[in-house]
């Protein structure tokens, strides 16, 4: 039987045993990240060696591309660039893989080029330190440091073929006062290959910018036709395709492209944020810079649009890409228009009298006359949970709504007399006329009354003109009271 001593050494075996494949395992891990760290990163940090610095030429993708894109170049030059119909969908066409590669190459060359503007810049700061003020183009630098070379006589060198004659000059003369000093064998080697590779990668991506432009009419010929080819392979490869695209919202589609600035301490007020690969189009270049904003939006928007229409084929001869395009130049040139100009509005002649106006006493009248009587208004009323009394007329049955039911015990009720209120102006006449201005009784008139029963009787004046007013219209001339009235005026 195994001791307490021999069974505790035999478990710490075990546990050694354990931990070796797992010690093993972060040994490997940490090799690796050391070679990692070794390798790339401390090449990277190497500027001395082109190839260190420069990988992309030498890589399987970017050599497979070139040669794809200079073969499918040469077909199209020859003539034999009729392409068979594709039945399947848009991402599975070969020539559309294709054009979505040597976008994302082109995006890499552009990278690739300013690696090796950096590398030139740093090698020949010791010949010409100058220099990278005065040529701010990494390509126009690489042809100047190609020409220049190892003179220090800049007069010798032409370059009037590569820069305007007023940075010629200023080159010329800041050479002559340079405090640079010539660079050796070894150092001269390697930045003539730096420029040779520049122009390379120059010379590659003209040739894939003119592939891609030979192509997208065809392959998006509405979003090609509004913003051009250069701009429509960009967008189609960064949102990974055209159909992915076309379901992008217009504010993501508007900043593609955006890259952050690094403002170094500078005010961003002039900095224009989310200027993508659209801000590169004719459309916004156009634009004055106040309404660059807004248009970008306006592009991005249709830049939407005609990914929908070219993603599904439904207009493959690209009107709907130009008439949106002449629809777009036309509102942005609506935004410039001056506002109109404001009316100036005459002012009222001083102490003018007013007008006088009518203010309705005509119509006023004509409603009290032809307004709805009485009896109408209680035909058309009706009293709650009682019947309503009808006739026939004709075909018809018209109700009589109230009218014999409100407790008179005529069945026929009697109109009030609609009697027209007259103006101040014609009430104070008819009161003058009647017998003076306070429309008292009149002085002659007499309230003593001759009768052929009694003689002599106490009778009112007034009480006639009453009975009169208050008379039905039909009693006033079928009563045996009344007599013949005439209606001619004393004379």
């Not at 976008?103 to 503007?117: G, K, M, R, W």
């Not at 010409?128 to 010798?156: C, K, W």
């Not at 306070?438 to 002599?456: C, E, N, V, W």
């Amino acid at each position: 039987m195994a001791t307490l001593a021999e069974s505790f050494l035999a478990d710490l075996e075990d546990l050694s045993d354990d931990e070796e494949p797992q010690q093993q395992q972060e040994a490997e891990a940490e090799g690796e990240d050391q070679d990692m760290l070794g390798g790339d990163e401390l090449d990277n940090l190497n500027y001395d060696d082109l190839d260190a610095v420069a990988h992309l030429t030498r890589s399987e993708r970017y050599t497979s591309i070139m040669g794809a894109v200079r073969a499918a170049t040469s077909k199209i030059e020859a003539g034999d660039d009729a392409p068979a119909a594709w039945a399947g969908p848009s991402e599975e066409d070969p020539t559309y893989k294709l054009l979505v590669d040597c976008n994302q190459l082109a995006v890499d060359i552009d990278n690739e080029i300013v690696v090796v503007y950096n590398f030139l810049r740093d090698r020949y700061k010791t010949k010409f330190p100058e220099l990278e003020s005065l040529v701010h183009n990494p390509l126009d630098y690489a042809r100047v440091v190609q020409a220049i070379g190892n003179e220090m006589d800049v007069t010798l060198v032409d370059l009037d073929r590569l820069l305007p004659p007023a940075t010629v000059m200023v080159v010329t003369v800041t050479a002559t006062t340079t405090s640079g000093k010539p660079l050796s064998e070894e150092e001269l080697r390697k930045v003539q290959d730096g420029c040779a590779m520049a122009l390379q990668l120059e010379e590659d991506k003209h040739l894939i910018l003119k592939l891609v432009q030979q192509q997208m009419d065809r392959i998006a010929p509405n979003l090609s036709a509004a913003v051009g080819t250069e701009i429509a392979a960009q967008l189609m490869g960064v949102a990974g395709g055209l159909v992915n695209l076309s379901k992008m919202p217009a504010c993501n589609v508007q900043v593609l492209g955006a890259k952050r600035k690094t403002l170094a301490g500078f005010s961003s007020t002039t900095a224009q944020p989310h200027q993508g690969f659209i801000f590169a189009s004719d459309i916004i270049q156009q634009t004055p810079p106040s309404l660059r904003s807004k248009a970008a939006r306006l592009v991005g928007a249709k830049c939407t649009l005609l990914a929908r229409v070219d993603a599904y084929g439904q207009d493959p001869s690209g009107t709907a890409g130009r008439n949106m395009k002449d629809e777009m130049m036309k509102k942005i040139e609506k935004w410039q228009e001056p506002p109109p100009a404001k009316t100036a509005k005459v002012l009222p002649v001083p102490d003018a009298e007013v007008k006088k106006r009518r203010g309705g006493k005509r119509y006023r009248k004509m409603k009290e006359r032809f307004g709805m009587t009485e009896l109408r208004k209680q035909a058309n009323r009706m009293m709650f949970n009682q019947v309503e009394e009808e006739f026939m007329d004709g075909e018809d049955a018209v109700g009589l709504g109230v009218i014999g039911k409100d407790g008179s015990g005529r069945l026929r009720a009697v109109a009030a007399q609609q009697r027209q209120k007259l103006s101040a102006k014609a009430q104070k006449k008819f009161q003058l006329k009647n017998y003076g201005s306070s429309g008292a009784t009149s002085g002659l008139s007499s309230s003593l009354a001759f009768t052929p029963i009694q003689g002599i009787e106490l009778v009112n004046p007034n009480q006639a003109a009453q009975d009169d007013r208050m008379r039905d219209g039909t009693e006033s001339y079928f009563s045996e009271y009344s007599g013949f009235r005439s209606s001619r005026k004393a004379g």
